[in-house]
């Protein structure tokens, strides 16, 4: 399986999902987003893959901030996967 990883320098737009959900779209499309329980906020990029927790909602953010795009999956299959695993 071949993956076109690129980096953007244009940054993130965030808009909140759901009480627990931020996400994230970089020139149109989608990059990633965050999850919280309450405790801690779990970041995931544009595939669902995780790419750390953090103790608060700024410092996910910026650690989406340099996460590399790779080659993008339509939005609603990722957020549709991944807030149903959530709401388990």
Same mark, same amino acid.
């Given at each position: 399986? #071949?993956? $076109?990883?690129?980096?953007?320098?244009?940054? %993130?737009?965030?808009?909140?999902?759901?009480? #627990?959900? =931020?996400? &994230? $779209?970089?020139? +149109?499309?989608?990059? /990633?987003?965050?999850?919280?329980? /309450? $405790?801690? =906020?779990?970041?995931?990029? #544009? =595939? /669902? @893959?995780? !790419? +750390? $927790?953090? &103790? #608060?909602? &700024?410092?996910?953010?910026? *650690?989406?901030? +340099?996460?590399?795009?790779? *080659?993008? !999956?339509?939005?609603?299959?990722? %957020?549709?996967?991944? %807030?149903?695993? @959530?709401?388990?």
């Amino acid at each position: 399986m #071949n993956t $076109t990883i690129t980096h953007s320098s244009t940054t %993130l737009t965030w808009k909140q999902a759901d009480d #627990n959900v =931020h996400v &994230a $779209t970089r020139d +149109g499309e989608f990059a /990633g987003f965050v999850e919280s329980d /309450g $405790t801690a =906020h779990v970041v995931r990029d #544009n =595939h /669902g @893959a995780e !790419r +750390g $927790t953090f &103790a #608060n909602l &700024a410092e996910a953010r910026c *650690a989406l901030e +340099g996460t590399p795009r790779r *080659a993008t !999956r339509p939005i609603r299959q990722t %957020l549709r996967r991944h %807030l149903s695993r @959530a709401r388990s």
